[in-house]
């Protein structure tokens, strides 16, 4: 990891550079909720992570899929409440109760490629496959 570390701010510049051609490309998708950077904080986008929304076209599990056909892989890393797994349902410090917007979001979320890799026409291809199966 220590050789690692001074390429660290390359690959954080790289990854916030695919991350803001995928919000401009990906925007006002209908049915795509993009991820946004709060005022006044920064990001090292280690993870793209839109929202597929009740009135997309696709649901998240049929747009990951479309995206495999298509070459482009995704992950849903975070399909679950934190409650539903073992090690934390009987935890003392999580709090069971209702949690309908979480309970949404763990339906919803699907990361996109951002890493440091990708050049321009990757996230570019990236953007064109989830246009296109988004409609």
Partial sequence: GLPQLARYPEQVERRRRNAARLVERLDG?????????????????????????????????????AMSERGVGSGIYYPRLVTEYPCYAEHPLVVHGETPVAARVARQCLSLPVHGGLLPDDVDRVADVVREIMG
């Fill in 29 to 65: 998708l209908p049915g795509l909720v993009v991820p946004r950077v709060m005022a006044g904080r920064d990001h090292v986008w280690h993870q793209f992570t839109v929202l597929v929304t009740e009135g997309a076209r696709v649901d998240r599990a049929e747009l990951a899929a």
